[in-house]
């Protein structure tokens, strides 16, 4: 077995502790009203972002997933994005910090990442790239960790693809010119964080937040909470 050199970490659900839907349900209001100016109804405004994030997810690698988000956005609504991207931007450095109070938070994401940092390891942030920069910094900073934590971490200005796609792993195999045997992924979704296995790497699915939609079988990965995920590195990454 390969030596890990690097962990991959997911962010919503694993370092930065949440319920998916009160997070996205908190995010979409503060940012709808942020927008309401430019004369979106509720509705309206849901179906764009959906359909956006949809377009991003689905991205075949020929644009990054900005540009196919916003590309999307464009035809939902008929705006194009420089009329948008000031307020956007004004949203994340403002309002979206209020979105925080819906997440949680745990000690131990700090305390785990940091450890490893001190024997060695490289640790990547491998959270699903539909958020810009500065939305994923701020995410960051929620969990008690900082951006130059990373020796990467996703954002939809710099990735071409999103989980579930292994496109979206390679790219960061490729970018930081790593083996899949030389990588840990760690992540609360067994969908889209799981399927790292299939490229080659091992994989452990933190509990603590878990999303399983189709209600498959855990059994057959290493898994459990924080304390769980530090045993586990202890014997298998920090040995």
């Not at 930065?16 to 503060?30: C, G, I």
């Not at 540009?67 to 464009?74: G, S, V």
């Not at 994401?109 to 024997?119: F, H, I, N, S, Y």
């Amino acid at each position: 077995m390969s030596k890990i050199r690097t962990v991959l970490f997911d962010l919503d659900g694993t370092l930065l502790p949440m319920d998916q839907k009160q997070f996205v349900h908190a995010y979409f209001h503060s940012l709808y009203a942020a927008l309401e100016p430019f004369g979106f109804t509720k509705e309206a405004f849901q179906k764009a972002m959906w359909g956006s994030v949809g377009a991003a997810i689905q991205n075949d690698g020929a644009t990054t997933n900005e540009e196919a988000f916003w590309r999307a956005f464009q035809t939902f609504t008929g705006i194009e994005p420089k009329a948008v991207l000031p307020v956007i931007e004004g949203y994340y450095r403002r309002e979206f910090q209020e979105v925080s109070k819906s997440c949680g938070y745990t000690p131990y994401a700090k305390q785990t990442v940091e450890r490893l940092r001190k024997k060695g390891r490289a640790a990547v942030l491998a959270t699903n790239p539909v958020f810009p920069r500065a939305a994923t910094e701020s995410r960051i900073r929620w969990a008690g960790l900082s951006p130059e934590d990373f020796l990467l971490y996703t954002t939809y200005e710099s990735c071409h693809y999103c989980k579930p796609n292994l496109k979206y792993y390679r790219e960061i195999l490729e970018r930081l010119d790593l083996q899949p045997q030389e990588c840990l992924m760690v992540g609360n979704d067994v969908e889209e964080d799981m399927i790292a296995e299939k490229l080659g790497m091992q994989v452990f699915l933190l509990t603590d937040c878990l999303i399983n939609r189709s209600g498959a079988d855990i059994a057959r990965y290493p898994h459990g909470g924080f304390r769980d995920l530090q045993r586990f590195l202890d014997e298998t990454v920090l040995a």
